[in-house]
Every structure is written in structure tokens, then in C-alpha cells.
């Protein structure tokens, strides 16, 4: 069965332009296959061989075609040329944040959610590392405009996310 996180099923709609889309920290390629199914063509990154041939085999399954690429996220650099969505979830790597806004083309949507501080509570052993503080996806995406963002600003809410589209 193909898991789709809700944001991105609500936000990849008609307003946005059916070509390229990157699916960063991919693992098995759930969100890679259904943008595929939606009609982009999808580059799926991530650093384990493993979970990419997991995603070779649903996109088989599903008939559908993607890229896949494994890399080192940690030291890469992101392909060049611009992407209609960029989505990454449960992967932090700050580093990237100037990346995905540089490499996202004009009117394009980057959909990214992850950790945030108050996970730690529920798993003290997670890595603060690896978990955003309040009010950082606001500040990290300025140059974005902003269409849906949850911050951590609730210590109820252990995921934060940004739905964000880079001006024209």
C-alpha cells in the first residue's frame, strides 16, 4: 500500500507545474512514487541502496518510473536545474535549507516536515542534533512565501512542517 503524507497529497494540485520534482532523504520512495503517479518527473535521493531498490520495486508494482539516486546527504550538493515540488520529510539537514530554496524554480512548492524539540520528550534518546527548534523552518525560508507552517510552537506537536512556494 502506498503511504502518502497528507501535505503533500493537499498541496500537489493544479496550481502546480507538472515537471520536475525531487524527493530528498526518499528512503522507500512512497512520496517519489505518488508524484510520479501525478505525472512529474521524480528523482528520488537518499543513502541507502536498500531502501532505493525498495522503491525500485513499488514503482514497478505501481508502473511507474523514477529516478533514483543514492548519495551521501550529508555532504551533498543538490542537482542542479529547478524543480517544480521539492518535498523531504523525517531528514534535517540545515545545510540544505539554501539549497532547496535555490534549486526550486519559480511558482514551485517545497513541502518539508520533520522532528522538532519536543520529540525529545517522547524519545529522550532521538538525537537533539536532528530536531528543529521553534520558529527555525520560518526563518530558515524567508526568501519563500510561506502557504502553511507549523513551527513548533505547541508543546503538543513533536513534527513541524513548512509548505512553502518560491516567488515568481
Same mark, same amino acid.
Given at each position: 500500500? &502506498? ?6 497529497? +493537499? #498541496?500537489?494540485?493544479? %496550481?502546480?507545474?507538472?515537471?520536475? =520534482?525531487?524527493?530528498? $532523504? ?55 536545474? &529547478? ?6 520529510? +523525517? #531528514?534535517?539537514?540545515? %545545510?540544505?535549507?539554501?539549497?532547496? =530554496?535555490?534549486?526550486? $524554480? ?63
Amino acid at each position: 500500500m &502506498l503511504r502518502v503524507d497528507p501535505l503533500l497529497a +493537499r #498541496y500537489i494540485d493544479t %496550481r502546480v507545474d507538472r515537471s520536475r =520534482a525531487l524527493d530528498i $532523504a526518499a528512503g522507500t520512495c512512497h512520496a517519489s512514487v505518488y508524484l510520479a503517479q501525478q505525472g512529474f518527473q521524480v528523482t528520488a535521493l537518499d543513502c541507502s541502496a536498500a531502501g532505493l531498490a525498495l522503491g525500485r520495486r513499488l514503482a514497478k508494482r505501481e508502473g511507474v518510473a523514477i529516478q533514483l539516486c543514492e548519495l551521501d546527504l550529508d555532504n551533498a550538493v543538490l542537482p542542479k536545474g &529547478l524543480w517544480a515540488v521539492i518535498c523531504c520529510f +523525517r #531528514y534535517l539537514n540545515r %545545510r540544505l535549507f539554501v539549497q532547496m =530554496a535555490k534549486v526550486l $524554480a519559480p511558482g514551485g512548492i517545497l513541502i518539508f516536515k520533520t522532528f522538532n524539540v519536543h520529540h525529545l520528550v517522547k524519545a529522550p534518546s532521538f538525537s537533539p542534533e536532528y530536531v528543529l527548534q521553534p520558529g527555525e523552518l520560518a526563518s530558515a525560508f524567508l526568501m519563500l512565501d510561506t502557504i502553511e507552517l507549523a513551527d513548533g510552537d505547541d508543546p503538543q506537536e513533536n513534527i513541524s512542517w513548512i509548505v512553502a512556494r518560491r516567488p515568481h
